[in-house]
């Protein structure tokens, strides 16, 4: 009986915890939708719920909606869809949501500082945010959560899949994988986003910068959304999954096989940011420089929580994890960094517990 009520109050204490992690609907009325398999019609839903000042969206079922133009563009660039600015839950039912390969260059998704959008059961692929941050969705602020989703086969500055300008970012049995944050070309604006990134199979972009388009009509995220600039100081080739300057927060998911020209392939977790990774795989991810699972800088913090780092790779050093400076702030707790090339942990003893 002991045995039971312990049981129970632990399985009890977990729901809690993962509750609070997850977005509250506000209370104020909401405008729900049920999308037929039209891109269009999605781009209507989502500015009828923000305009309502919330709600949930129901997608159809393995349904594939392909963007082929922006439909917004704020402060960070060009979006494939229009800006969050409510309190929105996105249903999918298997639902993947992609950027047409002969569209131009636009992420798929961008949640403004008064926006908190929780994104079920769907896949966000093939954004592409050119020379700005978040290929896949960007964080301006407010809150983003995703559960049983899949962010891959994105491309950006910073951020390939993901990139948290200072918001706070839930994962729940989420996959971030094949995204890249990659560098060929220089950017000169004072913009929260800098650089410039292309997939693969891009040809180089021709030009010397590309500056994000004004936002117009006084939008009301415009002067919030200017002033999320965690990532400002940045350098593009961050982040070739997540690049996190904010709270990020992942459960039993997995960060997998993306690439960073520079630091943190799996995730870079900037200054300013917190993340804590419970129960999650960081596998399979490489960067050219600094931290091939997890580039921690100076200013951030890490906890990995009964997570395993393996099989990632740096052409410099911290194939698994890199902690910038300051031993400590990265924490291991029932964790493994194993099996990364060149070596494990960098600096050596910035990470206790961590072998070479």
């Not at 799996?266 to 960081?282: L, S």
């Not at 800088?297 to 997570?307: K, L, V």
Request: proline share 4%.
């Amino acid at each position: 009986m002991n045995a039971l009520i312990r049981n129970t109050g632990r399985i009890l204490c977990a729901a809690l915890a993962a509750q609070a992690l997850w977005p509250v609907p506000s209370a104020q009325a909401r405008a729900d939708q049920v999308v037929p398999c039209d891109t269009s019609a999605l781009i209507k839903a989502i500015n009828a719920v923000n305009a309502a000042g919330g709600g949930t969206i129901t997608l159809s079922s393995q349904c594939d909606y392909v963007l082929t133009e922006p439909a917004s563009t704020g402060a960070s660039g060009p979006n494939g869809l229009p800006v969050i600015t409510s309190d929105i839950t996105i249903l999918g039912q298997g639902t993947l949501i992609s950027r047409a390969s002969d569209a131009p260059l636009f992420r798929i998704l961008e949640v403004a500082t008064t926006g908190a959008v929780a994104l079920i059961n769907l896949t966000l692929r093939g954004g592409d945010a050119g020379a700005n941050s978040g290929g896949g969705v960007l964080l301006s602020g407010g809150g983003l959560a995703l559960r049983t989703s899949t962010v891959e086969n994105n491309t950006a500055a910073r951020g390939g899949g993901i990139a948290n300008a200072g918001g706070r970012l839930t994962l729940v049995d989420t996959v971030v994988e094949n995204n890249q944050a990659r560098s060929s070309v220089t950017f000169t604006s004072t913009a929260p986003v800098i650089g410039t990134a292309h997939r693969a199979h891009h040809a180089p972009a021709k030009r010397s910068h590309i500056d994000p388009a004004p936002m117009t009509g006084g939008s009301p995220y415009q002067a919030k959304a200017r002033r999320a600039r965690g990532l400002a100081a940045v350098p593009a080739g961050h982040g070739g999954g997540i690049v996190n300057a904010g709270e990020l927060k992942t459960i039993r998911g997995r960060i997998g096989a993306n690439e960073a020209r520079l630091a943190g392939g799996g995730v870079a977790n900037e200054k300013g940011g917190t993340a804590t990774f419970r129960n999650t795989t960081i596998s399979g991810n490489s960067a050219g420089k600094h931290g091939g699972g997890l580039y921690n800088a100076a200013g951030g913090t890490s906890r990995m929580i009964s997570t395993a780092i393996s099989q990632n790779t740096s052409n410099g050093s911290g194939g698994g994890v890199f902690n910038h400076h300051v031993a400590g702030a990265v924490r291991l707790s029932g964790s493994t960094v194993t099996a990364n090339k060149a070596d494990n942990c960098a600096p050596a003893g910035s990470v206790a517990g961590c072998t070479r």
